[in-house]
């Protein structure tokens, strides 16, 4: 296993987490492959899902946000904005290039790197906005 969801990325909303653990999964399945040098298809499939479930994941937050009046959504959104554009330079670069180590470098760099510090940076203050408004 390559990345793994631990305890210390759990934001404290149960539907936030299970999504992230997911996410998790998912980029560990395309670390893997690209590491086996799986052909095209399975590394377009994993990244078409990641795609869509992206999409999902950063619409659930947003009207998580949306509903709990959260004063930091507009910067929240603008890092979910700046992922789907950094995400679909290297979808769009798998699809021209195929895969090999840059792949595999831009990968990290692009989805690794910025999950992890999205939610600890980012969600982990939502969570944290969240858990307060339904203690209050």
Known sequence: MLISWTPEYAVGVPAIDRQHQELFRKIDALLEACNRGEGK??????LTFLEDYVKIHFESEEKAMI???YPEYQSHRGE??????????LKKEFETEGT??????LTNRIVVNWLKDHI???DTKLGAFIKAKQSE
């Open 41 to 46: 298809q399975v590394l377009g499939e994993t």
């Open 67 to 69: 509903a709990q009046n």
């Open 80 to 89: 979910h904005q700046k992922f789907v554009e950094n995400f679909m330079g």
């Open 100 to 105: 090999g180590i840059r792949l595999v470098a």
């Open 120 to 122: 600890l940076m980012t």
